[in-house]
């Protein structure tokens, strides 16, 4: 764990001295540069305490994200295929104890009827989930799972990358889930202060703090070269799991040239007998969360971050302005809930957490393109070998944009032909329009004429 050093850390926030508006003022002009922050620097802007530094900060963190990721949201949906799980977090519905939640594994055809109701809707990518379980979610099964989200077609329409959150595996075991041509690695370690992490998880695999911790070190050796990080904010001070998870991804990046592809933001949120996610000890409101997501993307600006359905939609509209680059739409957190639809006839009892943002993915792609926001459907990276270090270093540059514009455009349209109603349409059309006029001469041309394959019925337009 020496990476994550919490006396320093904590010296870090009780140090008062970096609460100096020209200190703060000065970190925020060298952010502008897209080039990162150290601790130290996130440190004295987590202390920031006068109105309109914080705005300042707000404004610069969505320049930042523009000039790495232009006003691109990717989408994708959560796709639960259990919920089994031997470990006993405190916070999760999913939990060991949890005697009344309604447990359910998905079959392989479950599995496939509920990815066919995600190409239905439009969806391109997914992020498996399952959770932890020594027969329910081996990775035998995982593979199968795998297997069979990307088979199923309907008309051409097909799932094109699938990111997967399951336990910290052992080296061989990842390289085993790299054969299964899965795209990000996902894996939150909930929170990185030590006696909390303890607290929070009594029995079970998840127990070993240490073991979860290097998990990304393993699948980075394994040869999977895009991994996911998080933390679950309320278990304890936000401030000490911001520069944490900071101190994480500074170390992956420091030891093997690659930062986090991403890094998730969830808030604790109610849960089925889950006794911390109904009350959490360390709750963060609104104003805290929108600060720390905006010195997450100063410090780290390459860094996809990913923004789930339990924010409110309205709250979710504001954070897009804070750095926010990827977001889930149209989420069901049980297993088999897409098919059902509502799961109306377990509801609550089979739902890992609550959400807040129930809208449609039609709904969330309408509101992206009325608030001046590109829904990005493109997978290209991950098939072109532009992950990890190729991946970093045209991100890190903002080199990626005249990549990603053409490819989410492309990707959009097909989105737009395929599965928009007529009203959604106009918006998305007359939204595309724009961004083409908007776009460099020689870009403009190049859109143009994927948009044309596209219109003639061509799919899976990239480059």
């Given at each position: 764990?020496e990476?994550?050093n ?8 009780d ?21 990162g ?26 320049f ?18 259990t ?17 009344d ?9 479950e ?20 959770g ?15 297997k ?5 077609n ?5 799932i ?39 607290k929070?998880?009594p029995?079970g695999?998840?127990?070993d ?5 290097y ?9 999977i070269?895009?991994?996911?990080i998080g ?6 001070d ?21 930062g ?9 949120e109610?849960?089925f ?9 360390y709750?963060?409101?609104?104003p805290?969360?929108k ?5 997450l ?15 409110r ?8 302005e804070l ?5 889930s739409?149209?989420?069901?957190t ?10 109306s ?18 709904e969330?792609?309408?509101?992206c ?21 190729r991946?970093?270093?045209l991100?890190?540059t903002g ?37 083409i006029e ?6 403009a ?7 044309e ?9 990239f480059?």
């Open positions: 764990m990476f994550i919490e006396e320093f850390i904590f010296s870090l926030i140090n008062k001295k970096l609460n100096d508006k020209k200190l703060q003022r000065d970190i925020i002009e060298k952010s502008k540069e897209a080039k922050l150290t601790l130290e620097e996130c440190a004295s802007l987590l202390q920031i305490d006068d109105q309109e530094i914080t705005q300042e900060m707000f404004s610069t963190a969505k930042v994200k523009e000039i790495i990721y232009g006003n691109r949201l990717v989408l994708f949906a959560p796709l639960y295929v919920n089994a799980c031997v470990n006993n977090c405190l916070y999760c519905a999913f939990r060991k104890d949890n005697k939640l309604i447990r359910k594994t998905l079959s392989l055809d599995i496939r009827e509920e990815t066919e109701f995600l190409v239905k809707t439009g969806h391109k990518r997914v992020l498996l989930v399952a932890e379980h020594p027969k329910q979610s081996a990775l035998r099964f995982i593979g199968d799972a795998v069979t989200v990307y088979d199923a309907i008309s051409g329409a097909n094109r990358r699938i990111n997967v959150n399951t336990a910290p595996l052992s080296i061989d075991d990842f390289k085993e889930l790299k054969s299964f041509e899965i795209g990000t690695y996902q894996c939150f370690q909930e929170t990185y202060h030590y006696e909390t992490y303890l929070m998880h029995t695999p998840k127990k703090y240490s073991w979860r911790l998990a990304m070190d393993r699948a980075l050796q394994s040869g070269d895009d991994v996911g933390v679950l904010f309320g278990l304890t936000h401030r000490f799991e911001t520069l944490a998870m900071l101190s994480h991804a500074f170390n992956l990046d420091a030891r093997y040239g690659i986090p592809h991403t890094i998730s933001i969830p808030r604790l109610p849960a007998n889950a006794p911390v996610a109904n009350k959490p000890p709750a963060v409101d609104d805290s969360f600060k720390l997501i905006a010195i993307r100063l410090a780290v600006p390459y860094t996809g971050i990913i923004l789930s359905t339990r924010e939609a309205e709250l979710r509209r504001e954070l897009f750095g926010v680059s990827q977001i739409a149209g989420s069901r049980s297993p088999g809930s897409y098919k059902e639809t509502e799961n006839i377990n509801g609550y009892q089979m739902e890992q957490f609550q959400l807040g943002d129930h809208r449609t993915l039609e969330v792609v309408k509101d393109c009325s608030l001046g926001y590109l829904p990005s459907f493109c997978t290209a990276c991950y098939r072109s070998d532009r992950t990890g270090d991946f970093m270093k991100a890190k080199e990626i944009g005249k990549i990603c514009v053409p490819n989410a455009l492309s990707t959009f349209k097909e989105y737009v032909n395929n599965f928009a109603n007529e009203e959604t349409k106009k918006v998305a059309i007359d939204f595309i329009q724009n961004e908007n776009s460099e001469e020689k870009a041309v190049k859109i143009s004429k994927m948009i394959r596209v219109d003639n019925g061509e799919r899976d337009v480059f």
